[in-house]
């Protein structure tokens, strides 16, 4: 007979008895280690990175001017969205927190991007966004979109405009002019809509040249007048193939009105000359 002598209330029980408890443990025991193990197991697999051979769909970082790039030797196609494709950091105005950008977008097969968003940190807070702007008209072949700082309305603070298609001969951008009520930057759907348009700092005006086709273009210069964008001047030149002639005509701002200033109606042999004397 045994007594456990460590339990005052302990019952004689049976060698056989004993046994058969002390069996028992053993297995409990040896059950808890095998499931500690496997959990030890688990949670290392969870942590390894798995090894990637180089340029194997590894986007490769590089930083010039500033501006910092994801990108690769060929577009990577596993993007999802959830990773920039470019990022920049920039200063709008002496008066600002420098800002960082980063643009997010999608690829498709044929290598091209579709930019899905563009989010705005303070360069020193960057945990959340300031301002996230949804894109969704925005093509580009290179993952930074073209994407510029600068003063497109003279107001002292610098504006943002990323490329939204880019063809033969016209390029069109998205342009979002700085709000300081609202302290975030707005879409201008004036300066979106023109065709290759060029900030003329030194004049105060937005230049863009419209190619129609191989014998008409249409090119002007737009001034933010009391807040509102206003045509100022505007240059056509169209072709008649009937007449085989071209109709130059020239209109600018007077009186607070856009009026024509110029026309002539030209030969093939006179635009060369006219052309050739204006250089």
């Avoid at 008409?216 to 008649?240: A, H, S």
Wanted: net charge negative; glycine share 6%; aromatic share 8%.
């Amino acid at each position: 007979m045994y007594r456990d002598d460590c339990n005052p209330l302990s019952k004689f029980i049976s060698a056989g008895e004993m046994r058969a408890r002390m069996l028992k443990r053993k297995r409990i025991v040896l059950l808890a280690v095998v499931v500690i193990s496997l959990l030890l197991v688990s949670c290392s697999g969870q942590g390894e990175t798995p090894s990637v051979s180089s340029g194997e769909g590894v986007p490769a970082s590089s930083q010039d001017s500033g501006s910092k790039i994801n990108s690769s030797n060929g577009p990577d196609n596993s993007l999802s969205g959830d990773e920039p494709v470019h990022t920049m950091q920039i200063s709008i105005s002496n008066d600002f927190p420098e800002l960082e950008l980063k643009l997010f977008a999608d690829i498709d097969d044929t290598g091209l991007y579709h930019a899905t968003r563009l989010e705005i940190y303070h360069a020193s807070i960057s945990t959340l966004p300031m301002q996230s702007i949804e894109l969704s008209e925005c093509t580009s072949n290179t993952p930074d979109f073209l994407l510029a700082v600068e003063d497109m309305n003279f107001d002292g603070v610098k504006d943002l405009r990323l490329v939204r298609s880019k063809g033969a001969q016209n390029t069109y951008y998205q342009c979002y002019l700085w709000n300081i009520e609202s302290a975030s930057f707005e879409p201008d759907s004036v300066l979106s809509g023109l065709p290759s348009p060029q900030v003329v700092e030194s004049e105060k005006l937005i230049s863009f040249y419209d190619h129609v086709s191989a014998t008409d273009y249409r090119e002007g210069e737009m001034r933010c007048l009391d807040g509102e964008w206003v045509l100022t001047r505007e240059k056509t030149q169209v072709y008649d193939s009937k007449t085989e002639l071209f109709t130059v005509t020239t209109k600018e701002w007077e009186s607070g009105a856009l009026a024509v200033t110029n026309q002539e109606t030209l030969t093939q042999q006179q635009l060369e000359a006219s052309m050739n004397s204006s250089r």
